[in-house]
């Protein structure tokens, strides 16, 4: 209980100071937008770069998984797959980065872990 009222608190204190807070939002937004993670599948032949803005930076193929493609529908198939599981692996680590970065902030600014915060990013 009075750790709810602490994290009440707190959030008046933040209402007052609107300016401290959109300055965190934009330190949080400019760090996830050079921020870089990468997913993998097929161990390795598909390959996934975003950006912590959760936007697809680069796509890359192994070699023999772009001869195979060349060679028959199945093999055209099997490179989609392993491209959408590399794309949602790094997906799921920018997503998880960027939560800890605002946890990381909301404990700086005197937050504590407040119910649902994490969950407005999910």
Do not use: W, Y
């Amino acid at each position: 209980m009075f750790d709810n009222l602490k994290a009440m608190g707190a959030m008046a204190g933040l209402m007052k100071n609107k300016d401290r807070l959109r300055e965190v939002g934009e330190r949080v937004k400019e760090k996830m937008a050079r921020a870089r993670v990468s997913g993998q599948a097929g161990g390795g032949a598909a390959r996934a770069v975003v950006s912590g803005q959760m936007r697809v930076v680069e796509i890359e193929l192994s070699g023999p998984l772009v001869a195979g493609m060349a060679a028959d529908d199945k093999t055209r198939a099997l490179a989609g797959t392993l491209i959408a599981e590399a794309v949602n692996s790094a997906l799921e680590q920018a997503q998880r980065m960027l939560q800890e970065e605002i946890s990381k902030e909301a404990r700086e600014l005197g937050l504590p872990d407040l119910p649902g915060l994490g969950d407005l990013l999910k």
